[in-house]
């Protein structure tokens, strides 16, 4: 059991009807994962829906020598809604970013809580459809720009975050490759392409001061033409 106010806290219940919350707060199991622990592994069968308390967790697919991040979750987010609602294993890999706290939520229970009121069918919907548009935007940055773009806004977002220059990468350098849907060699060379360009310089352990700002908004700009014309 979890208390009400603890899940209504978070986003993805805001919108839950009273009855429904009641429901899944009664039955919901809380799971603590600390940093790196997995939460589950691509092909496992679903224990049913988790819903991030508090915390960061990475969905990552691997194929062959390569990973790439699926999606990013923090709290209000939502983990297995695929396999929970249309059966089979999950289809990636998840891990705490960060030390997590998650809500599991069997099918059944949601089941008993769409019986109870069916409003909150159009809340899973509303998430289902939420992850659908994050996942196609997401293959839109990595499959229509260049790495060299998507590393300059990746850390062009840094900077804008922090009101400052310099920044740190936040994680390693594999992990910012599988978020950018490349290969660590790969970041690693257009790490040195910036650095020997003049847009970035190198302070040691991961961090790095951006020189040209404007140089480098204008690299993260490459590719949005293409972008916007497969859009139309």
Known sequence: MIAPDRLKAVS??????????????????????????????AGETAAGLLVVLEGKVRVVRKAADRAQVVHVERAGGTLGEVPVFSGGGYPATAFAAEPTVCALIARDVLLAAVKTNPETAFVLLERLSQRVRELVERLDRTSLRPVSARLAEYLIARADARRRAVIAIGMTQQQLA?????????????????????????????????????????????GAGRRRKAKV
């Open 178 to 222: 599988e978020e950018l849907g490349t290969v660590r060699e790969v970041v690693v060379r257009e790490l040195h392409a910036l650095r020997t360009s003049g847009l970035l310089r190198a302070l040691g352990s991961g961090r790095f001061e951006i020189v040209d700002a404007t140089a480098l908004r204008a690299r993260a700009r490459e």
């Open 12 to 41: 993805f219940f805001a919108e839950f009807p009273r009855s429904a919350l009641r429901i899944i707060a009664d039955r919901a199991i809380e799971r603590r994962f600390a940093t790196g622990d997995i939460l589950f592994h």
